[in-house]
């Protein structure tokens, strides 16, 4: 099975405050119903109020990110499923719970991860 990412930016996101009580009852039912399915890895909203941080390999740390990754902000899913099609479905019922559209990507086989 292929695992996908299924991602969103924040700026998608145009709820009313109001509303946002019940885009999160939503979003977390489409979770505990892929978890249910037994295809749910991970996901979760990145945290805009952290800034990034680049570590290189001697572990030295500078704030920042690389400039092509600046905005990467949002929610993010990753699903194992069987097919393409599986992850459309699977990506249409996170834009519903979260009222707006949802990229899919499909991550490289791997067999270590």
């Known amino acids: 099975m292929t695992k996908y990412l ?3 930016p924040s ?3 145009d709820v009313p405050p109001e509303e946002m009580p019940a885009v999160a009852d939503a ?3 489409v979770v505990r119903e892929a978890k249910a399915a037994g295809v749910w890895v991970f996901g979760g909203g990145i945290d805009e109020d952290v ?3 680049l570590v290189a390999a001697d572990g030295s740390a500078t704030p920042g990110t690389y400039p ?3 905005r990467i902000e949002g929610g993010y ?3 194992e499923l069987p097919s393409a099609e599986a992850a459309r479905e699977w990506a249409a019922k996170i834009a519903a719970a979260c ?3 949802q990229e899919v990507r499909a991550f490289q086989y791997d067999p270590e991860s």
Do not use: D, K, Q, W
């Open 6 to 8: 299924i991602s969103f």
């Open 11 to 13: 700026g998608a996101m």
């Open 27 to 29: 979003a977390h039912a």
């Open 51 to 53: 800034p990034p941080m």
């Open 68 to 70: 092509e990754t600046a």
């Open 77 to 79: 899913s990753v699903l």
């Open 99 to 101: 009222r707006c559209a």
